[in-house]
Nanobody, 128 residues
């Protein structure tokens, strides 16, 4: 088990940037793949981006591809989500999740059921 804490959310204007952080404690964080998900009011939680344990693979939802970048610093037990060119439709609570997704499990990184460890979420609000 790892414990996850998100930070970096806030209120910004359309076109602005934010960087979210997901900091872990507990087990060896470098063994875990990490995904970012988001949930807008009245909508289901959706996948945003994921990064493998080895850092060599990343995966993005089409809606954020080219605008968001996921990265990790295992020495700091932290995964980042750099969000550029933010749009009002990016408004949501953003959650990070972690689990040991090895081999073929990585291909299900967009599925929230693959993750057993979740943070509490951080609010991102983008005004038009």
């Amino acid at each position: 088990q790892v414990q996850l804490v998100e930070s970096g959310g806030g209120l910004v204007q359309a076109g602005d940037s934010l960087r979210l952080s997901c900091t872990a404690s507990g087990r060896t964080f470098s063994d875990y793949a990490v995904g970012w998900f988001r949930q807008a009011p009245g909508k289901a939680r959706e996948f945003v981006a994921a990064i493998s344990w080895s850092v060599s693979m990343t995966y993005y939802a089409d809606s954020v591809k080219g605008r968001f970048t996921i990265s990790r610093d295992n020495a700091k037990n932290t995964v980042y989500l750099q969000m550029n060119s933010l749009k009002p439709e990016d408004t949501a609570v953003y959650y990070c999740a972690a689990d040991q997704l090895y081999g073929s499990s990585w291909f299900r990184a967009a599925e929230e059921t693959e993750y057993d460890n979740w943070g509490q979420g951080t609010q991102v609000t983008v005004s038009s």
